[in-house]
């Protein structure tokens, strides 16, 4: 008994981990702001979770982009680490 019930839990958890992988994967991210501490706003999505670097209150998806200059954000203009 304990050993059919460890078999199903076993399937049942593999089928959760690819469902939930499927659904952050899917995911339509839907950014909001978060403060995680004083001048500390990352972006966050509401739905999976996931973080995704700093806040950015210029660009279309809150995301600070670093594809033109490595020390700059291409639409704010401020420092990847900042300080
Ligand atoms: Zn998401
Ligand atoms: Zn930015």
Redesign the pocket.
Known sequence: MRRLLLKILRKVSLKALSLEWKLRHDCPHKFVKKTIAPNVEIVMCRICNRRDG?W????PNHC??YTKDFDQ??????PEERK
Do not use: L
């Open positions: 700093w950015c209150p210029e660009s600070c982009s954000c291409d639409y704010c203009g401020q």
